[in-house]
């Protein structure tokens, strides 16, 4: 098993930048797929990115590529998500999602996917 514990989020001016964290427990971070969802007020959790195990691999949403930047470091069990030139649109509460799974280059943009979540911190893009 592995649990998840976001941080990072906040109120910030459109066109600025935050860097999520998510800290994991568990001595088998580095074979976890690990992904990024948000939830808005009043809508369905959507996909914001996702990165294989070893790094090689890594999906993102429409919405967010060449804005948002999602890494990984392994021995300090932590993936990131850098998120700049942030819009009205981006405010959400923003979860970490990971899976234990055999293959290096395995990774998802499907929520149902993913076995263990994080309980979600809050980002507010002001206008």
């Known amino acids: 098993q592995v649990q998840l514990g976001e941080s990072g989020g906040g109120l910030v001016q459109a066109g600025g930048s935050l860097r999520l964290s998510c800290a994991a427990s568990?001595?088998?971070?580095?074979?976890?797929?690990m992904g990024w969802f948000r939830q808005a007020p009043g809508k369905e959790r959507e996909f914001v990115a996702a990165?294989?195990?070893?790094?090689?691999?890594?999906l993102y949403a429409d919405s967010v590529k060449g804005r948002f930047t999602i890494s990984r470091d392994n021995p300090k069990n932590t993936v990131y998500l850098q998120m700049n030139s942030l819009k009205p649109e981006d405010t959400a509460v923003y979860y970490c999602?990971?899976?234990?799974?055999?293959?290096?280059?395995?990774?998802?943009?499907?929520?149902?996917?993913?076995?263990?979540w994080g309980q979600g911190t809050q980002v507010t893009v002001s206008s």
């Open positions: 990165i294989s195990f070893r790094g090689s691999n890594i």
């Open positions: 999602a990971a899976r234990d799974t055999p293959e290096f280059y395995s990774v998802r943009s499907t929520a149902g996917w993913y076995d263990y």
């Open positions: 568990g001595r088998t971070f580095s074979s976890y797929a």
